[in-house]
């Protein structure tokens, strides 16, 4: 058997990677959250792996308040960049291989082309700054990682936009959504899927892969399919980031592209509308 240890065992990614599980035979997982490991505590993220072997780290762990963020930088770095650093030192002492989830917020969103992983970064938020950070600290002392940049997650656990559109739909006739913000939504249980198919691989080209599915919109156009998916009644508007003013500045542009985890694992891309779909099921 494989044993596969999940960090942030209880956020969404991590709450995907358990419901699929089972599907996985040869693998043996533990699920972690916060409160049993406390990542960015060195000693106790040693401590933890000296007594517990693991094959793979999934590191699903993360500070991820884009907006909160800019006011808790500390807090940030403690989980993005020192959690992120300890782990990848735990690995390479225990001969284990860390597999690490992090997102387009590492690029600045001037680009005019889906970002491929040997484009520069260049984040403009201190989330973004911070998982930028948290990729560098791994790619320094671990060369058995694979980093996965991902956008726009979301699925039927925690709290993302998906669920956020449906609950404001119940309670309002109308709504805005921002239209000069450009990506490509990810349902957080492919992702779960993609990762425990590099594990059952065993691949050994380590290294940063771009993860999403298929497609260029904007929030607005993902609230009006999910709006349509499920049947909603609602008028919807508009708007620009200018309107709604956050702390955070978000990438304007942040589509990732995705041919190269594609190709290492054979897979076909998965539409977005297709994968909002499934998800809108789970959710009912």
Known sequence: MIRVLITGGKGQLGQCLQSISNDFKTLD????????????????????????????CINCAAYTAVDKAEEELELAKKVNVTGAKNLAIACKKNNSILIHISTDFVFDGTAKLPYTE????????????????????????LPQHF?????????????????????????????????????????????????????????KKFGIYHYSNQGEITWYDLAKEIFKQSNVDINLYKTDS????????????SVLNTSKIHSLLKLEPIQWKKSLEKCLKEIK
Request: with cysteine.
């Open 29 to 56: 997982f533990v699920f972690l959250g916060s409160s049993d490991l406390d990542i960015s505590k060195k000693k106790e993220v040693e401590n933890y792996f000296s007594k517990n072997h693991f094959d793979y």
């Open 147 to 203: 980093i996965i940049r991902t956008s726009w997650l979301y699925s039927e656990f925690g709290s993302n936009f998906v669920k956020t559109m449906l609950r404001l739909s119940e309670e309002k006739k109308e709504l805005s959504v921002v239209d000069d913000q450009t990506g490509c939504p990810t349902y957080a249980k492919d992702l779960a899927e993609v990762i425990l198919k590099i594990i059952n691989s065993q691949s």
């Open 242 to 253: 200018n309107t709604f003013k956050t702390l955070a500045t978000r990438p304007k542009y």
């Open 118 to 141: 040997e484009d520069t970064t260049n984040p403009i938020s201190v989330y973004g700054k911070t998982k930028r950070d948290g990729e560098l600290a791994i790619i320094s002392n």
